[in-house]
């Protein structure tokens, strides 16, 4: 699996392109890219779209998912209130991360710093068909909470 990317004008390319933090690791981490070197700090409350400086090409039936990364979200409530975001396919804009800060204190993004991270995945597109019924379950139609607390 080969993604590609480019650099967006003003970029700054030393930061380098997503990378594994992990042999096992599933996502790739993405670094907040600020065309002025600066840092952006998030009131409680607040969100911002983050620019990683990068631009992507992903293959045909494929999806780069954007997920929260765990640390961040846990010491700090810095979350991505989309997550996860699903970048298409034939999308070719600039990769920009949408960050919430749940959490009750300012947080500082600096320059460089790992904000989130992007997972591959592959597409499965479905033929949707409007029918007389449904199949019936064990479940059928209960709701949120219908398959008990255990």
């Not at 800060?101 to 790992?114: C, D, L, M, V």
């Amino acid at each position: 699996m080969r993604i590609e990317f480019v650099w967006d004008e003003g970029a700054d390319r030393t930061l380098g392109l997503p990378f594994y933090a992990s042999v096992g690791a599933a996502g790739a981490d993405l670094r907040a890219n600020f065309a002025d070197r600066g840092e952006l700090v998030l009131e409680a409350g607040a969100r911002a779209l983050v620019p990683t400086g990068l631009r992507m090409a992903i293959p045909e039936g494929f999806e780069v998912q954007v997920r929260p990364r765990s640390g961040l979200a846990l010491k700090h409530g810095i979350t991505l209130p989309n997550a996860p975001g699903t970048i298409d396919s034939d999308y070719r804009g600039p990769l920009g991360v949408i960050v919430m800060n749940a959490g009750t204190e300012p947080f500082t993004i600096s320059h460089g710093a790992r904000i989130a991270q992007m997972v591959v995945a592959p597409v499965v597109r479905a033929d949707f068909e409007l029918v007389e019924d449904l199949s019936e379950t064990l479940r059928s139609d209960g709701g949120f909470g219908s398959t008990g607390r255990d």
